[in-house]
């Protein structure tokens, strides 16, 4: 029994996420460099101000095989040119680990894509839960006119892989069309090789 660990209590709103995470995660424009399709679109943006884009609170939770970490992000309004604000996306760096994603409000698309550029999304609203399998990168994009806030659940041991998407880009993009989000043709994305 040396790995027991205390039950813990953790306070959720809907609006905020986590009340008392034991960590915040803050991405802003700067961070997000590379990542939107109209790099001027972001110098422009950050020329202006280094907006805070999105925020992820986090409960201290065993980084190990067993555990479930859970954490909540909260995804402000926003574009980089027609392009919506999200999240950097990742796979897991043990990629067999799945994830789950409850939306608490606001509203936006869970977009994910295997290694191989198969292509899938989900649209978030509070109440609906996103199940993505294992093999899948995952990125979220707030669509919506408020705060997009969802609870994410994952295995203690999943860890992430950021470098795939910084380096290849996911195949679709979230923009802005006629007031509308629309699904379009990355024109960064590089295919992997061997999948
Ligand atoms: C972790 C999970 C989420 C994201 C968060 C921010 O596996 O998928 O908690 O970390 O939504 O996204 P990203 O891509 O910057 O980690
Ligand atoms: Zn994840």
């Not at 555990?67 to 043990?94: D, L, N, Q, R």
């Amino acid at each position: 029994m040396e790995d027991l660990m205390e039950p813990i209590r953790t306070l959720v709103d809907f609006k905020n996420g986590v009340i008392h995470p034991d960590r915040v995660i803050e991405r802003r424009i700067s961070d997000m460099q590379g990542m939107y399709a109209d790099d001027d679109a972001l110098n422009q943006l950050l020329s202006i101000d280094n907006r805070l884009v999105y925020q992820v609170k986090e409960v201290s939770i065993p980084e190990k095989e067993g555990h479930i970490i859970y954490s909540t992000t909260i995804i402000y309004p926003g574009k980089v040119g027609k392009e919506y604000f999200m999240t950097k996306g990742h796979f897991h760096a043990k990629e067999n680990t799945a994830e789950i994603y409850f939306c608490l409000s606001g509203e936006g698309y869970l977009l994910m894509q295997t290694r191989q550029g198969k292509v899938s999304t989900i649209y978030m609203q509070p109440g609906v839960l996103g199940y993505i399998p294992p093999y899948w990168g995952h990125r979220t994009i707030n669509t919506g006119s408020r705060e997009f806030v969802f609870l994410t659940l994952f295995p203690g041991d999943a860890g992430h892989n950021y470098e795939i998407i910084q380096k290849h880009g996911f195949a679709k993009i979230m923009v802005e069309e006629n007031g509308k989000p629309v699904l379009k043709d990355n024109p960064r994305y590089i295919p992997l090789k061997n999948g």
